[in-house]
């Protein structure tokens, strides 16, 4: 067995409510959490990823060391007592934690199956943690490995096909509550990422007007010119609500930033044409209370996930053919895991070298048939020796102290040196 | 002859009708477009057995069959059937024909367990504004029935948007939307009828007894009935109600409809009430 072992750590949308979710997203951006993150003694390699559905963090940590109360301390903070977050938090070891960020990765573990947003939040997440150099070798392969599991299950299964997302869902309840989309005004509250995905998909169905409103005026202009909309500051935020019929709220804001008390008067400005809010943001930005006024229909990101729960038989069946590919690759996976230890790489290394002798002797000896029998046992004894001779000192070097501290790095190395790979 | 016509008549609607109704149920669950096209199909047959069934009540009768309690709510029946069947709205609310078909079928049913005899026409019914105040009536019940089943969709459908569970209506139903709309054409096409039917009647109540309006108790609850709509009419085009408010509104507006229809009837009686 390899020197170090793999353990993640998370929380998702399938286990903890939104209101625990929010406690422990991350707004304040990576740098810092990968930080402290790697104060923790005994963590070798560390990444951690942060959406709005899930907080997970993935270590490769020493044999034996014990770093999941500290981990979990850092996920919850001061939010939760121990007793609690057991409740909601997930741990995996080893090849379980594989196959669960294959899952992640493929979109199989998704709120929506198949939605393709998670890849880019996984790619960027590990651009974090590899730029500051707190991936190494089991990590570095472990991510690049989950992102082809990924682009093989998109490319042999249907899964993606259905094109699902949040947006998706929101645009089924906008046509269950307005009847259709055409000529409907949309307003997006915040100007990220998710915002623009769902403002793309509301005006390919219909949706005219774009209006986005945003804390920076500049970010808000940038947006509103990709849809020909307009852009307008927070500060106008209410004035605009009695002109659109769709908001989709996204900031990164705290708190609550529009509560019931604010829209009750709009309605009545607006002669009760339905509102239809949508708050993907974590922590959310909308009072939940919104959702009491009449002809107004908020929902956030869990409850768009019952929506898409209805259409969710068609794409189990290709759920399960994905699934197959991610159980293939993580025992793949393991193997190479397996390999890294140095007392299996020096046995590989040892076989490689007796079927490198014995495919040339097996090749030469009919050739000299003039040899007689102890003759030709001292030419095998010669090949052998040589062999034996060339590998020694790569074998000395592997067992040195030197190798010890990274022996993952080196081993990895060596194995590609040796090209110890293809035979599994 | 005519009346063994007559009477086979009667039962052929019953069984067309419910037999459109448990087709438009089995759509309802099953989703399977064939069927709603089946369904409206013999909706339609129902509706012309109806016809026919009218039509030959009035021959036997020789007058309008609309004064004992069994014609007043066959033609009922009839008025809701047509008034769908008529129009355009079938096509873009989903699911509305299985609510219809099943508000038809209960009035057949209690129809079909009232009186059929055929009773000699009180003097005071015996005029040519028979037919037309008691036919408009009837289309606005029509009409304010779709309402209130529209009112019914709608209702279940916000309480699916609204507790966010989306299950089996949620599917089934059509929008918010396209529900608020039926509601405001059938009411407004429902309270022209009303008016018109308060109208007449004030009319020929002024060439049998004297007087345009003598507060008989069905004249007094058409009048509450009238204005129960004529204000929730008033409310959407000032203040845009709309939705839910208006949806209850159909319902209670249907309520007092039916009293009107049965309540003053049997419980105040008067001058409107069916011979017995």
């Known amino acids: 067995m390899p020197s170090e072992m793999i ?76 007793e609690e977050f057991q409740k909601y938090l997930y741990c ?118 774009v209006v986005v409103c945003n804390r920076t005026l500049e970010h808000a202009l940038d947006l509103a010119k990709r849809f020909n909309g307009s852009a307008v500051g927070l500060d106008e935020l209410h004035e605009q609500l009695g002109r659109v019929d769709i908001i989709v709220s996204s900031t990164g804001a705290p708190g609550v930033i529009l509560h019931k008390k604010d829209v009750k008067p709009i309605m009545r400005d607006r002669r009760n044409k339905p509102l239809f809010f949508i708050d993907i943001a974590v922590p959310r930005d909308l009072d939940p209370a919104l959702n009491d006024l009449d002809n107004v229909y908020l929902y956030d990101i869990d409850d768009l996930s019952n929506v898409v729960e209805l259409n969710k038989a068609e794409r189990d069946k290709e759920a399960i053919k994905a699934s197959r590919i991610v159980d293939e690759e993580a025992l793949k996976f393991k193997d190479w895991l397996a390999g ?53 000192d790569p074998m000395i070097y592997l067992k040195s102290e030197s190798c010890k501290d990274q022996s993952a790095i080196k081993v990895d190395m060596f194995r590609s040196v040796f090209d110890l790979e293809k035979k599994k | 002859m005519l009346s063994e016509v007559n009477y086979l008549l009667f039962n052929a609607v019953l069984l067309v009708n419910f037999v459109a109704c448990a087709v438009y149920l089995v759509f309802f669950f099953s989703q399977k477009e064939h069927l709603r096209k089946i369904a409206r199909i013999i909706l339609l047959s129902s509706g012309v057995l109806q016809t026919l069934y009218i039509l030959s009540r009035y021959l036997i009768a020789g007058y309008t069959p609309i004064t004992s309690q069994h014609e007043a709510v066959t033609f009922f029946a009839w008025s809701v059937t047509w008034a769908y069947l008529s129009f355009h709205w079938r096509y873009s609310v989903k699911n509305f024909g299985t609510f219809v078909s099943i508000l038809a079928m209960i009035m057949l049913v209690i129809a079909a367990f009232a009186s059929r005899t055929f009773q000699p026409l009180a003097p ?95 004249e007094t609850w058409s009048l509450i009935t009238w204005f129960l709509y004529a204000a929730q009419i008033h409310q959407r085009l000032t203040y845009g109600w709309r939705g ?23 419980l105040l009686g008067g001058v409107h009430s069916y011979a017995q």
């Open chain 2, 124 to 218: 005071a019914l015996q005029s040519m504004w028979l037919p037309v105040h008691a036919g408009v009536s009837v289309m606005a019940y029509g009409f304010l029935a779709l309402a209130f089943c529209g009112g019914l969709m709608y209702l279940l459908q916000e309480r699916e948007l609204k507790s966010k569970r989306f299950g089996f209506f949620y599917n089934r139903l059509p929008s918010l939307e396209s529900l608020d709309q039926l509601n405001s054409h059938c009411l407004t096409t429902g309270f022209v009828f009303l008016t018109l039917g308060i109208i007449t009647g004030s009319a020929w109540a002024r060439q049998a007894w004297g007087t345009y309006w003598h507060w008989d108790p069905k």
């Open chain 1, 7 to 82: 353990l993640l750590l998370g929380v998702n949308h399938k286990k903890t409510p939104l209101a625990i979710r929010e406690k422990l997203a991350l707004s304040s951006g990576y740098d810092e959490p990968l930080q402290l993150l790697g104060e923790i003694e005994g963590i070798k390699e560390y990444y951690l990823l942060s959406t709005c559905n899930r907080v997970e963090v993935l270590v490769a940590v020493e044999e034996g060391a014990d770093v999941q109360l500290a981990l979990s301390r850092f996920l919850f903070g001061d939010a939760l007592s121990p």
């Open chain 1, 92 to 209: 995996y070891r080893d090849s379980e934690a594989v196959h669960h960020l294959f899952m992640v990765a493929a979109s199989l573990d998704s709120m929506i199956v198949g939605e393709s947003q998670i890849l880019g939040q996984l790619k960027e997440a590990y651009r974090y943690s590899s730029d500051k150099k707190c991936t190494g070798p089991i990590l570095n392969r472990l991510l690049h490995k989950s992102f082809s599991v990924a682009k093989r299950v998109r490319s042999e299964t249907e899964i993606g096909s259905s094109a699902v997302s949040i947006s998706y869902a929101a645009i089924e309840l906008a046509k269950k509550i307005f009847g259709s989309i055409e000529k409907k005004r949309v307003l997006l509250i915040g100007a990220g990422e998710m915002a623009e995905l769902a403002a793309e998909h509301l005006v390919g169905n219909g949706a005219t007007d």
């Open chain 1, 340 to 392: 890294l230890g140095i007392t299996p790489t020096i046995a590989d290394l040892r076989k490689k070298g007796n079927q490198v002798v014995q495919l040339e002797l097996e090749r030469t000896l009919p050739r000299l048939s003039s040899l007689t029998d102890k003759e030709r046992k001292s030419v095998e004894k010669m090949a052998h020796s040589i062999v034996s001779r060339l590998l020694h």
């Open chain 2, 244 to 266: 839910k408010r208006a949806a209850v509104m159909a319902i209670v507006g249907f309520c007092s409809v039916l009293f009107t229809l049965w309540g003053v009837t049997f």
